[in-house]
């Protein structure tokens, strides 16, 4: 099994950013990729970015790129979103997820554990 504990969510004005951590614990000795998915209310949960086991590969929905970056740590078993320039659109909450893969997926049903979420709250 693999824990997720984020943390970094919070209430932002327009324009400005903010910074996620997801730290994995338990048996994290195998390649995992991780992913970062949004639910709003009322939506499905939605996907964000993945990042592979090496850093490689990074993936991004259409919405978040080029505001959003997705990095690890792997000697910290830490995963990282920063988010700039953030609209209102991007309330939700957000959850990191794993897969027991090294590969990055963009489909949420391909992850195996998941963070509790935390609420990201963006002010006009």
């Known amino acids: 099994q693999v824990q997720l504990v984020e943390s970094g969510g919070g209430l932002v004005q327009a324009g400005g950013s903010l910074r996620f951590s997801c730290v994995a614990s338990?048996?994290?000795?195998?390649?995992?990729?991780m992913g970062w998915f949004r639910q709003a209310p009322g939506r499905e949960r939605d996907f964000v970015g993945a990042i592979g086991w090496s850093s490689f590969s990074t993936y991004y929905a259409d919405s978040v790129k080029g505001r959003f970056t997705i990095s690890r740590d792997n000697a910290k078993n830490t995963a990282y979103l920063q988010m700039d320039s953030l609209e209102p659109e991007d309330t939700a909450v957000y959850y990191c997820?794993?897969?027991?893969?090294?590969?990055?997926?963009?489909?949420?049903?391909?992850?195996?554990?998941w963070g509790q979420g935390t609420q990201v709250t963006v002010s006009a």
């Open positions: 997820a794993a897969r027991r893969v090294a590969i990055a997926s963009t489909r949420a049903p391909d992850y195996n554990y």
């Open positions: 338990g048996r994290t000795g195998s390649p995992y990729a």
